[in-house]
């Protein structure tokens, strides 16, 4: 008796299904079988589905395009490999701002910067912002904006502060924003399509892509994971540059708002200012302007006592 096996992706195993239909007894680890003219098809759960009987190869052949077709995709390579010649390809890249700062909200942004501009972009003064002081990020940002398609997501703190306390990690915070921003990024942009994308490394990519179990839209199509991806790519370095000076813009609406300048950082000066928020209003005032878990809370707390 002859047999042939295809393996198939759980899309097609399902289609299969559909098509042969399930018995009321089915063997072990199988989703379905049945007897068609001259073969006994069973598809198991692992995606292997077997034919057996004198027409094997003839029923296997109607699903052999399919199978092909829909084979899984090709496994990108692990984060830290990146294609020879990555500076110089059209890269949508994604950075964020703010995680460490107990004032203020996270802003991510995702930017995209075609190949062919990467001079021009170079010679508008975009590099690493950490080299940048603020007056020329808020400079050179100004002409970013209206030179490069871009997705800017800010998550205040009282949003921020609800994610927090329901469990949520920072790190899953994190790859939340930076997917929907590469994801609307990818909207403005369609149908042109980035040739990779570059996020800057906050998680390994497993751990990354496990953040964004249940999201509904998921970009993982040439995605790369590197730290210091701003100086790996232009395109990083100027999500960089747009989501620090989206901070920036942030802090000083909030130092409006206090009726003096709110410090970044997490260091003394962070709780003092803390703590005269507290004593000017109230504390539940720390909601809108803070990060509530960090630390720093508490220790405005204690300057509020006097201890
Ligand atoms: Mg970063």
Redesign the pocket.
Known sequence: MSHTVLIVNEATLQKMKDHYGVPAKLPAGAVFAAKVDGCSVTGYRSGKVLFQGKEAQTESAKWEGQAAASKPKKASPPSGQLPAGFANMSVAGS??VGTGDFFGPITVVAAYVEADRIPELAALGVRDSKDMKDPEIVSVAKKLLRTIPYSLLVLRNEKYNDLQESGMSQGKIKAILHNQALGKLQDKMAPEKPEAVLV?Q?AEKSIYYRHLKGQKRIIEENVFFSTK?ESIHLAVAAA?ILARYAFLKEMDTLSEKAGFTIPKGAGPKVDEAAARLIRTYDESVLRHFTKLHFANTEKARRIVRGL
Do not use: R
């Open positions: 950075d964020e800057d906050f991806g960089s």
